[in-house]
């Protein structure tokens, strides 16, 4: 099957452009308009109005633009009251779409996302550290192939979200790799040449930010405006999220929580240990490799299940116990509502992981603090791909071109 994207049928409407930069008023309401119904549901024209701020009939216009360029559509009608039957709009699923691809140290992930938010199609690479050669016609093939399932849809595709570590090739002795290998992830500018694949605009985001995004629009975001954000991958890594917005600090690391160290340096001795030793799942393959076993039963059901749990179990202990620290430290600094974890792992695994996480809090000196709540996150191992793909719908479509407002 060719590798190049088919054309669209000459009938399928095109999606009007709506650039993100120098917006008028008129294009700023229809994305006040947009995130209204993204965050709340379907609603009435009367209740968009309410939210909004906007007069009656400044959303009558609205909705029949957005309704021409079949972004929204109409919901059963609602009875029983006063008067006419009131018509929910919603957005229209099919009314955007993007592609969020993420690159990992273990695999790589494609995701075909709706103007909803919706994964509508799943491609994955699993390898035991990405190869440049092999893995840009990867890239290149299964987007395509993504773009191909929609037909006469892909006119409707606004963007390409890619996410990954900032520096592929980082920690590399603990992955066993050559300085050069290495040396070769952190040398590449991924966005570009993804951009060279594709006629799309391409957006780019650290695995982790972009996890903590879909977690913000998509997840516990929805409740909470301040959290720090924990994922559990091969690597462990983070995010801040200040206010309903994604905090990404003055070099884009805020959150990046694998970096901590774990014990007070001594003068002339061994550099402390960091998070990112202790509590990654890189830790518990070596533990599988030592006795044997497959290394990557880390990242799925197998985990708590024998003959993998006894060192299941120990890996949790010692991570959990470097997760509270970790939580504790942050909660000195930022003041948040709640830490929220997530991760590349089985569900169940999470679970025990932040049940000896919230144990192991309970050990620390909470004076002059105020103890935030740790919660589980709501994504799961999809979150850095859905993120990346939340980046072009979130630019097309969203009102606060800044950093991912919610409400």
């Known amino acids: 099957m060719s590798d190049e994207i088919d054309t669209a049928a000459d009938e399928q409407p095109r999606l009007r452009p709506r650039g993100s930069n120098q917006m008028g008023m008129r294009q700023f309401n229809e994305r006040v308009v947009l995130q209204a119904l993204r965050v709340h549901g379907s609603l009435a024209k009367a209740d968009i109005a309410r939210l909004t701020g906007l007069t009656a009939q400044t959303i009558g216009l609205i909705t029949a633009r957005l309704d021409e360029d079949q972004l929204l559509r109409r919901e059963a009608p609602v009875r029983g009251r006063v008067g006419q039957p009131s018509v929910p709009l919603g957005l229209h699923p ?3 779409f993007a592609v969020g691809i993420k690159i990992g140290r273990r695999s790589a992930d ?3 996302v709706d103007f909803t938010g919706q994964v509508r199609e799943r491609l994955t690479l699993d390898y035991d550290f990405p190869d440049i050669p092999v893995l840009l016609p990867a890239i290149k093939s299964n987007l395509n192939r993504l773009l191909r399932k929609l037909g006469p849809l892909q006119d409707r595709v606004v963007g390409v979200g890619v996410a ?79 206010h309903s917005h994604l905090h990404r600090g003055i070099h884009g690391n805020a959150g990046a ?29 070596q533990r599988y490799r030592e006795h044997g076993l497959d290394a990557m039963a880390a990242y799925d059901a197998r985990a708590l299940q024998p003959p993998w749990l006894p060192h299941s179990r120990e890996w949790i202990a010692l991570a959990a116990r470097a997760l509270a620290q970790c939580v504790v430290s942050g909660t000195a600094f930022l003041d948040v509502e709640a830490v929220v974890m997530d991760g590349a792992i089985a569900p169940d695994l ?34 850095r791909a859905l993120g990346g793909a939340l980046l072009p719908l979130h630019a097309c479509f969203a009102p606060d071109h800044d950093t991912f407002l919610k409400g």
Not at 188 to 212: H, N, Y
Not at 267 to 274: D, E, N, R, T
Not at 353 to 379: F, N
């Open 257 to 285: 929580v694998a970096s901590l160290p774990l014990q007070v340096a001594q003068a002339g001795g061994a550099l402390p240990p960091q998070l990112i030793s202790q509590a990654s799942l890189w830790d518990l393959e």
């Open 350 to 383: 999470l679970r025990a992981l932040c049940e000896q996480t919230r144990s192991s809090l309970d050990a620390y000196d909470w004076e002059g603090l105020h103890r935030p709540r740790l919660e589980l996150g709501g994504i799961g191992s999809d979150a």
């Open 164 to 242: 990954a570590p900032f520096q592929l090739g980082g920690w590399h002795r603990m992955l066993g790799l050559t300085g050069e290998q290495a040396q070769a992830w952190n040398d590449i500018d991924l966005a570009a040449e993804v951009q060279r694949l594709t006629e799309l605009p391409v957006s780019f985001a650290k695995d982790t930010s972009a996890a903590c995004v879909a977690e913000l629009l998509q997840g516990r975001g929805r409740d909470l405006r301040s959290f720090l954000y924990l994922f559990m991958d091969t690597f462990v890594g983070g995010g801040l999220v200040l």
């Open 110 to 112: 494609w995701l075909l």
């Open 94 to 96: 099919d009314g955007a």
